[in-house]
């Protein structure tokens, strides 16, 4: 492992003033080191993302990558959110 991780939830439209609150998981032996970027750049550690009354420019692409630090491999998977 880790496996590939999944997003929760994966809608990619939101409206201006909503929270964004995802979630990744991953099955990992030992339990995975989680971390979120935001088109390309560090965002946070840890397996949930949240952001509350996002505007048009949290716009982008999120991805949650996880890695384990018994095997060094580390994996992400990315989705795209888009704010009216």
Same mark, same amino acid.
Request: net charge positive; glycine share 8%; proline share 7%.
């Given at each position: 492992? *880790? !496996?590939? *991780?999944? =997003? &929760?939830? $994966?809608?990619? &439209? &939101?409206?201006? /003033? #909503?929270?964004? !609150?995802?979630?990744?998981?991953? #099955?990992?032996n030992?339990?995975?080191? &989680?971390?979120?970027? =935001?088109?390309g %750049?560090? +965002?946070q $550690? /840890? +397996?949930k993302?949240? @952001?509350p +009354? @996002?505007?048009?420019?949290h716009? /982008?692409?999120y991805?949650?990558s996880?890695?384990n $630090?018994?095997?060094? %491999? #580390? @994996?992400? %998977?990315?989705?795209?959110?888009k704010?009216?």
């Amino acid at each position: 492992g *880790p !496996d590939l *991780p999944r =997003i &929760y939830p $994966s809608f990619t &439209y &939101y409206r201006s /003033g #909503e929270n964004l !609150d995802l979630s990744c998981f991953t #099955e990992s032996n030992p339990p995975a080191e &989680y971390f979120w970027t =935001i088109n390309g %750049k560090f +965002q946070q $550690s /840890g +397996q949930k993302l949240f @952001i509350p +009354q @996002i505007t048009r420019n949290h716009s /982008g692409l999120y991805a949650c990558s996880v890695h384990n $630090s018994a095997t060094g %491999k #580390e @994996i992400s %998977k990315s989705m795209t959110v888009k704010v009216s």
